[in-house]
């Protein structure tokens, strides 16, 4: 099946750390994504990882990947309340006739407190 | 600024009106997407254009009709709307449909609401 879940909510504290994680269920997942959405804008790239790789680190943001647990995480160093958002998790699948696919996830909602 | 401008940002109208949303990417892209976002749920691909052939329709009720005139614009014609079709409704462009690393590059969205 072709399915990726993530909490809904996380809640942390200004200068915390943040772990939002996802899971996916599609075996052919090639590029897995990290989306940010502030209130009233669209969708942002954040990072993407391949699926050979098991982490990627960029400035704040780590993204570890457990390809056997097909377990995806976004950590967030040092949160400000500017990190504040909707973060989606996002895999692309093969889908028929060699076309890619791309599968959402539900959201999570970042809450950053002072 | 990601290089997708939608117009126009927010809009309401009656189930019996006629609309228009557009969608602009400057990026050079070949394929440009619709999508319906409503809350709890999640995101809906809608349509799917690649060098302004449509290749992808998931269900879309017939009151809204796509249009894609050239590589760069796209258009989703709207008409004898419900209320359940209040949403944020989403373009998105990429480089390639049929490469793996897909990144999808986002408008602001149009938020609608449906009287």
């Known amino acids: 099946g072709e399915d990726v879940e993530q909490s809904l909510f996380l809640s942390v504290r200004e200068g915390d750390s943040s772990v939002i994680n996802c899971t996916y269920t599609d075996s052919s997942s090639t590029y897995l994504y990290w989306y940010k959405q502030e209130p009233g804008a669209g969708l942002q790239l954040l990072t993407y990882?391949?699926?050979n790789m098991d982490m990627k680190q960029d400035q704040r943001l780590t993204v570890l990947l457990n390809k056997k647990d097909k377990h995806l995480s976004l950590r967030i160093a040092d949160t400000q309340t500017g990190d504040s958002a909707i973060y989606f998790c996002?895999?692309?699948?093969?889908?028929?006739?060699?076309?890619?696919?791309?599968?959402w996830g539900l959201g999570t909602s970042l809450a950053v407190n002072p | 600024e990601t290089g997708v401008t939608q117009t126009p940002r927010h809009l309401v109208m009656g189930m019996t009106n006629k609309k228009s949303l557009k969608c602009e990417q400057h990026?050079?892209?070949?394929?440009m997407y619709w999508y319906k976002q409503s809350a709890k749920k999640p995101l809906e691909l809608m349509f799917v254009y690649s060098l302004e052939e449509r290749v992808e329709n998931n269900s879309v009720p017939s009151r809204f009709s796509p249009e894609c005139p050239n590589s760069s614009h796209l258009f989703l014609h709207l008409h004898t709307l419900q209320p359940e079709d209040s949403a944020l409704y989403l373009c998105?462009?990429?480089?390639?449909?049929?490469?793996?690393?897909?990144?999808?590059?986002f408008g602001a969205g149009t938020r609608l609401s449906v009287l």
């Open positions: 996002a895999e692309t699948i093969n889908n028929a006739g060699n076309n890619r696919k791309l599968i």
């Open positions: 998105a462009s990429s480089q390639d449909r049929a490469v793996a690393k897909n990144i999808q590059y």
């Open positions: 990882i391949f699926s």
């Open positions: 990026l050079g892209h070949n394929a």
